[in-house]
């Protein structure tokens, strides 16, 4: 089967990361996969290819996106030149449609030809955070924009599904729900699990102490993980998190490791707080991360809203106990296996933070880890994609070239 994944980039957040992985293991099962691009180069791996957009053209859709409400306005050429290359494909994997990227009649013509679209997020109909419940409380977002035109793209969008009905993905039943709510349920809505591991194998106790030596923490030590990509985004609770560890009693052996990269205000708001347990580690690649997960005694999140929660998968699979903000996704992702606090509520968390200390290590961590592995397996995700696939190709059956207004 020749599949041609679409996403704005191979490298950066979590819908990245779930394309590419998607991408790698259907190549290993024999798929002649692809994964298309706007802005990373296209030898970063076998079978990326990418649209090669430029820094001054990107910043020439950036001002059109804002100041006319219309994605990628300079990139037809560049889509036209980038899919005669590719040639036909038997299904098209849309991850995110957004970024600047996408002209509106390039979603069209994609959607036109067998297509199952993945929502991992509500960016494009909602353009604001995750979901679009909070679209505006933190900020306007990304992409940013100087009017609103929420509805527009709603409308837009919802036309889009009626008219092609593409095989529409969530990731949860959450979000799947949010879908219906926003009109973009469609006629094809699916719940499938991103695929995180690859292996059954839950990490053993001494694979966490070699880790844990090698990161240089102590074993008397408890140690807190927190991470996201962007650390000072308000969204991410990074606040509340600090917040709480100034409750907890001084007399007290934690450290917090903070992962993520953008970290200027949250250094400084730890300077000022005077808390010397805090150490900043900077962007880490993933199988570093997990490292961390496997070596860790509590994963924190304090996220304020969240569209997946990958990071609390991957924690629990790896063996970490993990703390998060009470939302219904996370709930459902961790499938009851987390402890939870009220989003944003510092004193809450600062009362779970102190329980994790003083109970030491969760002697059923192995068995949640060994139940997150399976039901967020390679073997899952690959199963199910293949039958969406199936699904989109019985309704729809035409190459992919087709003309594109220039």
């Not at 001002?63 to 037809?76: H, I, K, P, Q, W």
């Not at 000072?232 to 907890?248: I, S, Y």
């Not at 009470?326 to 944003?344: I, M, Q, W």
Request: hydrophobic residues 40%; aromatic residues 8%.
């Amino acid at each position: 089967m020749r599949i041609l994944h679409v996403n704005t980039t191979a490298s950066r957040g979590g819908a990245a990361l779930i394309a590419r992985r998607l991408h790698l293991w259907q190549q290993e099962a024999g798929c002649e996969s692809r994964l298309l691009v706007a802005r990373d180069p296209s030898d970063i791996e076998a079978g990326i290819v990418s649209l090669n957009e430029t820094r001054n053209r990107f910043l020439m859709n950036v001002f059109a996106y804002r100041a006319l409400g219309r994605e990628g306005l300079f990139n037809a050429r560049l889509w036209t030149r980038v899919l005669a290359e590719i040639g036909e494909v038997d299904a098209i994997h849309i991850h995110n449609a957004h970024g600047y990227y996408m002209p509106e009649d390039i979603l069209g013509l994609l959607l036109s030809k067998p297509t199952v679209w993945t929502l991992h997020d509500f960016w494009l109909a909602s353009g604001g955070p995750a979901s679009p419940e909070v679209a505006g409380c933190l900020g306007k977002g990304y992409p940013v924009e100087w009017i609103d035109r929420s509805r527009r793209r709603r409308d837009f969008l919802a036309q889009l599904v009626r008219e092609y009905n593409p095989v529409l993905v969530a990731p949860t039943v959450s979000s799947a729900e949010k879908l219906k709510e926003i009109g973009l349920s469609g006629r094809n809505l699916h719940v499938v699990h991103h695929g995180v591991f690859d292996s059954m194998e839950v990490p053993n106790e001494s694979e966490r102490r070699a880790f844990r030596d090698m990161l240089g923490w102590s074993p008397e030590t408890h140690v807190f993980v927190f991470a996201s990509s962007t650390v000072d985004n308000k969204q991410k609770g990074f606040e509340v998190f600090l917040a709480a560890l100034l409750k907890l009693p001084r007399d007290l052996n934690w450290l917090a490791y903070v992962v993520g990269g953008a970290t200027e205000n949250s250094r400084s708001l730890v300077q000022d707080s005077g808390l010397p347990s805090i150490h900043f580690a900077g962007s880490l690649e993933n199988s570093r991360l997990r490292q961390c997960f496997q070596a860790c005694d509590t994963y924190v999140t304090a996220t304020f809203s969240e569209s997946y929660g990958l990071t609390v998968v991957e924690a629990l699979g790896e063996g970490a106990s993990v703390v998060c903000s009470d939302l219904s996704v996370l709930r459902e992702v961790s499938n009851g296996c987390a402890t939870y606090f009220p989003v944003g509520d510092s004193e809450a968390l600062a009362e779970c933070l102190l329980k994790e200390i003083r109970f030491g290590k969760d002697q059923t961590r192995e068995g949640r880890a060994d139940y997150i592995r399976r039901r967020y397996s390679k073997d899952s995700m690959l199963k199910s994609y293949a039958r969406l696939y199936a699904r989109a190709m019985g309704a729809v059956s035409a190459p992919i070239q087709s003309s594109v207004s220039r």
